[in-house]
């Protein structure tokens, strides 16, 4: 598993999640960074749409890491919601619950919300950003299901899947953000630090491919696009 460099003085992010897979994909940006992880409460209100959901939860996240941030960090805050006919699915409660999601989901194609918040710490200055990607599930079999299952993998995973993981593979054909399913969409995070006037020192296109093994094709409409303030 990647991990973050060694934290030192210079840091300048703070990723406000101790997500593995949040901290694997910074860890390519290869910039250092230090973890202020954010509790909030995350119950979904009433009638709340999926993106203004994670947006909110991302935001709200952010604000909390910068309570005793430094005033020349920058805080990133990620929340990644799996979403079926409009239907938000969380962390399975127990090995029946994931097959349930898991049978649920094999298939067809859903989405994926993943909303993005940058806070500048010394004026408050936050970034937003929303990243949704449909996701093409496989029609794996009940014995794919069962076998996933026993690796307790699914437990700890919205949706109870992860698509990077290399026995069960759920997905196919995916053609938009593999790293934000994952949980952290770079070229999203790539494209809002430059609105900071930062920069991550590498090509992050190339090193994110590279890592899912995923042909991303939309990634430099992304990095060209506007970008919500």
Known sequence: MLE????????ILILASNSPRRRQLLSLGGWTYNIAVADVDESLLPD??????VLRLAESKALKSAEN????NVVIAADTAVVDCGDILGKPLDEGDAARMLKRLRGHTHQVYTGLALLRVSDNHTLIDLSVTDVPMRDYSDEEINAYIQT????????????????????????????????????????????????????????????TGHRCSIAKGILQAAIHS
């Open 69 to 72: 941030a430094h005033p020349d």
């Open 152 to 211: 307790g993998d699914p437990l700890d995973k919205a949706g109870a899947y992860a698509i990077q993981h290399p026995d069960f593979h759920p997905v196919e054909n995916l053609e938009g953000c593999y790293a934000s399913v994952m949980g952290l969409p770079l070229c999203h995070l790539t494209r809002a630090l430059g609105r900071l006037g930062l920069a991550l020192p590498v090509n992050v296109p190339r090193v994110c491919q590279d890592f």
């Open 4 to 11: 973050s460099p060694p934290v030192s003085e210079e840091n």
């Open 48 to 53: 709340e749409a999926p993106g203004d959901y």
